[in-house]
């Protein structure tokens, strides 16, 4: 089992910066990769950011450029920078820890964290 705590979302002008955290515990050690997702009213949940255990990374091409994924392997946590925030990032942001045992796969999801963008 892996447990998920996200933190640090909130309301924020457009142009403004959030730094969403996220603190894995558990069996970390079967983590493969995490990442964040992001849902809106209305819309299916879609990948922001993700992260691999090597330190690879992959971003939707909707935050490339303003957007950083990083991870501190001593705490457990992985971070998402936000900058130059649009009204369009709005959204329920939802960190992803992909786990994997000799059986099976497993996705883990966190809370979730509301971002607000103003105009």
């Known amino acids: 089992q892996v447990q998920l705590v996200e933190s640090g979302g909130g309301l924020v002008q457009a142009g403004g910066s959030l730094r969403l955290s996220c603190a894995a515990s558990?069996?970390?050690?079967?983590?493969?990769?995490m990442g964040w997702y992001r849902q809106a009213p209305g819309k299916q949940r879609e990948l922001v950011a993700a992260?691999?255990?090597?330190?690879?990374?992959n971003y939707a091409d909707s935050v490339k450029g303003r957007f950083t994924i990083s991870r501190d392997n001593a705490k457990n946590t992985v971070y998402l920078q936000m900058n130059s925030l649009k009204p369009e990032d709005t959204a329920v942001y939802y960190c992803?820890?992909?786990?994997?045992?000799?059986?099976?796969?497993?996705?883990?999801w966190g809370q979730g964290t509301q971002v607000t963008v103003s105009s």
């Open positions: 992803n820890a992909e786990s994997s045992t000799a059986q099976a796969i497993i996705d883990y």
């Open positions: 558990g069996s970390i050690f079967s983590i493969n990769a």
């Open positions: 992260i691999t255990s090597g330190g690879s990374t």
